[in-house]
């Protein structure tokens, strides 16, 4: 079984946060930790050494020479001015293969000229570099990245899909009305949202569904996952296509509860277990989901140490007065119920195990099974190809 350097590093950097803390309690003299438990302290720490090395590195390491050991780089650049012309969507176009028709308005009343303008490849590429190029504009949000939660977002938008009614998905990016935005398990995506809103003013012809997907491929491949396939087409929709509370997944539950969510999608037992690898990102929010911290060393890269971590550590119930869920033997890591019944549950922990082994194969079948959650319920014309994109310092 092959280690990630990844994952020895987060270990690494655990283990010393625990000793520094210790220490500094002793001699009395520490003044970062005063005040903080031992897992705020920890993830503290671990998140400014990991920050400090990983950018040295990034900063003149190649793609795929760092994939397992950190975080991307991004060098800050002044925004682009935006053109004079104004861009005026085409009320009911048909969505072409490569995204839909505007109209581009160019000159004075007097000298104004029209003609139709369809996005390339390369327009869907200027997109997710503006998106790449601001993930980490805020050093203070979560864990120094808006990647996870745009991943949270471009799931969750995708994840209301019922395949007996055709309802549901990512196509009409309905969460921007109530009731589906004040849905309880889209707490807090509101700030996905707001993040990507600037996006869209300055490339007004995509549509707010192509763009929260689009965003979640490129957090997905800026956190160090696998290249994502993409495929434009999807048009916006009104609050009446608003879909029902209670299809996306309570981590409150179980397996059984597990299936019934994923399989009215469309899912099997493995794709659900390649799925909940994106818990190697982000943290719980107790003002969002009422759960609190990580489930990794490194939410913001993309690793299989989700199902090592999930195997490998000693997992208890945590006592406070929030929700039930579970933390490992340092108190710095958190599971949910549903995280943890991956592992009760025998058809599915075969997977959980495979993936905990091998890297790649978690790659690959988690780039799959995004690619087909992302797609749910799109009526793409027939024909429309998929589009890798490239990764910023690739």
């Given at each position: 079984?092959?280690?990630?350097?990844?994952t020895?590093?987060?270990?690494?950097l655990?283990q010393?946060?625990?000793a520094?803390?210790a220490e500094d309690n002793h001699m009395?003299?520490?003044?970062?930790?005063?005040?903080m438990?031992a897992?705020?302290?920890?993830?503290q720490?671990a998140?400014?050494a990991?920050r400090?090395?990983?950018r040295?590195?990034?900063?003149?390491?190649?793609r795929?020479?760092f994939r397992?050991?950190g975080?991307r780089?991004?060098?800050?650049?002044?925004?682009?001015?935006?053109?004079?012309?104004?861009?005026?969507?085409l009320a009911?176009?048909?969505?072409?293969?490569a995204g839909?028709?505007?109209?581009?308005?160019q000159?004075?009343?007097s000298?104004?000229?029209t003609?139709?303008?369809t996005?390339?490849?390369e327009d869907?590429?200027?997109?997710?570099?503006e998106?790449?190029s601001r993930l980490e504009?805020?050093?203070?949000?979560?864990?120094g990245?808006?990647?996870?939660v745009?991943?949270?977002l471009a799931?969750h938008?995708?994840?209301t899909y019922?395949k007996?009614t055709?309802?549901?998905?990512?196509?009409?990016?309905t969460?921007r009305?109530?009731?589906?935005?004040d849905?309880?398990?889209n707490?807090?995506?509101?700030?996905?949202?707001?993040?990507?809103e600037p996006?869209?003013?300055?490339f007004?012809?995509?549509?707010y569904s192509?763009?929260?997907?689009l965003?979640?491929?490129?957090?997905?491949?800026?956190?160090?996952?696998?290249?994502?396939?993409?495929?434009?087409?999807?048009?916006?929709?009104?609050a009446a296509a608003c879909?029902?509370?209670?299809?996306l997944?309570?981590?409150?539950?179980g397996?059984d509860?597990?299936?019934?969510?994923?399989y009215?999608?469309?899912f099997?037992?493995?794709?659900?277990v390649a799925?909940?690898?994106?818990?190697?990102?982000?943290?719980?929010?107790?003002?969002?989901?009422?759960?609190e911290?990580p489930?990794?060393?490194?939410?913001t890269?993309?690793?299989?140490?989700?199902?090592?971590?999930?195997l490998?550590?000693?997992w208890s119930?945590?006592?406070w007065?929030g929700?039930?869920?579970?933390?490992?033997?340092?108190?710095?890591l958190?599971?949910?119920p549903a995280?943890y019944?991956?592992i009760q549950?025998?058809?599915m922990r075969q997977?959980?195990?495979?993936?905990a082994?091998?890297n790649d194969?978690?790659f690959?079948?988690f780039?799959?099974v995004?690619?087909?959650?992302?797609?749910?319920g799109?009526?793409?014309?027939?024909g429309?190809e998929?589009w890798?994109?490239k990764?910023?310092?690739?």
């Amino acid at each position: 079984m092959r280690a990630t350097a990844l994952t020895i590093y987060s270990q690494y950097l655990h283990q010393r946060a625990m000793a520094d803390i210790a220490e500094d309690n002793h001699m009395g003299v520490s003044r970062a930790y005063a005040g903080m438990s031992a897992s705020t302290a920890s993830r503290q720490f671990a998140r400014a050494a990991l920050r400090t090395s990983a950018r040295s590195t990034i900063a003149t390491a190649p793609r795929h020479a760092f994939r397992q050991g950190g975080r991307r780089f991004y060098s800050s650049e002044p925004p682009k001015s935006s053109s004079s012309s104004t861009l005026l969507y085409l009320a009911g176009a048909a969505v072409a293969g490569a995204g839909g028709y505007w109209f581009y308005t160019q000159g004075g009343a007097s000298s104004a000229s029209t003609k139709v303008f369809t996005p390339t490849k390369e327009d869907y590429q200027k997109v997710y570099d503006e998106i790449a190029s601001r993930l980490e504009e805020n050093d203070d949000y979560d864990d120094g990245s808006y990647g996870p939660v745009l991943v949270r977002l471009a799931w969750h938008a995708s994840g209301t899909y019922d395949k007996e009614t055709g309802t549901g998905g990512s196509n009409g990016a309905t969460m921007r009305f109530a009731p589906e935005g004040d849905h309880g398990a889209n707490a807090g995506l509101k700030i996905a949202r707001d993040f990507l809103e600037p996006v869209k003013q300055k490339f007004p012809w995509i549509s707010y569904s192509d763009l929260w997907i689009l965003g979640g491929v490129c957090a997905i491949q800026e956190m160090q996952g696998p290249i994502i396939p993409y495929r434009p087409g999807r048009t916006d929709r009104d609050a009446a296509a608003c879909t029902p509370d209670g299809r996306l997944p309570d981590g409150a539950k179980g397996a059984d509860h597990l299936r019934g969510i994923f399989y009215r999608m469309g899912f099997n037992d493995q794709e659900i277990v390649a799925l909940a690898g994106a818990h190697a990102l982000g943290r719980c929010h107790t003002d969002r989901s009422g759960f609190e911290g990580p489930w990794t060393f490194s939410p913001t890269v993309l690793t299989n140490d989700y199902y090592t971590l999930l195997l490998k550590e000693k997992w208890s119930w945590r006592k406070w007065d929030g929700p039930k869920q579970l933390q490992d033997g340092s108190k710095s890591l958190m599971m949910l119920p549903a995280d943890y019944a991956l592992i009760q549950d025998k058809a599915m922990r075969q997977w959980v195990e495979k993936y905990a082994k091998d890297n790649d194969a978690f790659f690959n079948d988690f780039r799959n099974v995004i690619v087909k959650l992302f797609e749910l319920g799109v009526p793409f014309k027939e024909g429309t190809e998929r589009w890798t994109f490239k990764p910023m310092n690739a």
